[in-house]
């Protein structure tokens, strides 16, 4: 199995437990907000290793946060396929939102917006693409049932509706709010649907 380093790696035993300790050790500081703050030193001694096994593997914070993005792909998470394109766009647009406002996803965008580590840039493609063709079956099935014109492809709307999340998250730090939400749904409709 080769990793994010192209190196091949055993699926288990002792590297596999060590890999799994520091990645905890990582989510866990990523969720209570000091991520930014810890070093490698004090990350090797929450995950109870040595400090030259994270330089080896994972050389900085940004090869650990890539790492972890990829445990975390593929995303498979139920969205919402209630029949209405609507409800089911502004349910996925919800909640990318609160996703956003969690300590752990605040920090990781933070932490990907700023790197230039081509390792996590390629995590973070790899993450988001997943997460984007994800979403973007509800807009396939909606083109399926004749509701969005088939011309227009479903990962760009999905992206067009994510878009102003990120903006506000990231650069201008405003609330994402109700009439935003009810704003994006409303723009994208208007383009894609069906005549």
């Known amino acids: 199995m080769a990793d994010i380093d192209g190196v091949q790696r055993r699926p288990g035993g002792r590297n596999a437990a060590i890999r799994e300790r520091v990645l905890d050790v990582v989510r866990s500081a990523l969720e209570s907000g000091d991520f930014e703050l810890l070093d490698i030193d004090e990350l090797a001694q929450l995950a109870s290793v040595h400090r030259t096994t994270l330089y080896r593997r994972w050389t900085n914070r940004d090869g650990l946060a890539a790492d972890l993005l990829v445990q975390l792909t593929p995303i498979d998470t139920p969205l919402p396929n209630t029949g209405s394109l609507r409800t089911d766009l502004r349910a996925t647009i919800e909640r990318v939102a609160r996703t956003t406002e969690t300590s752990f996803v605040g920090a990781l965008l933070r932490l990907v917006a700023s790197s230039?580590?081509?390792?996590?840039?390629?995590?973070?493609?790899?993450?988001?693409?997943?997460?984007?063709?994800?979403?973007?079956?509800?807009?396939?099935?909606?083109?399926?049932?004749?509701?969005?014109?088939?011309?227009?492809?479903?990962?760009?709307?999905?992206?067009?509706?994510?878009?102003?999340?990120?903006?506000?998250?990231?650069?201008?730090?405003?609330?994402v709010d109700d009439e935003l939400i009810d704003t994006i749904v409303r723009t994208i409709l208007d383009g894609v649907e069906a005549e």
């Open 116 to 175: 230039t580590d081509d390792r996590l840039i390629e995590a973070a493609r790899n993450y988001w693409a997943s997460a984007i063709a994800a979403a973007a079956r509800t807009i396939e099935a909606a083109q399926a049932g004749g509701a969005v014109r088939p011309d227009v492809r479903a990962d760009i709307i999905v992206e067009f509706a994510i878009a102003p999340i990120y903006l506000r998250t990231l650069v201008t730090h405003q609330a």
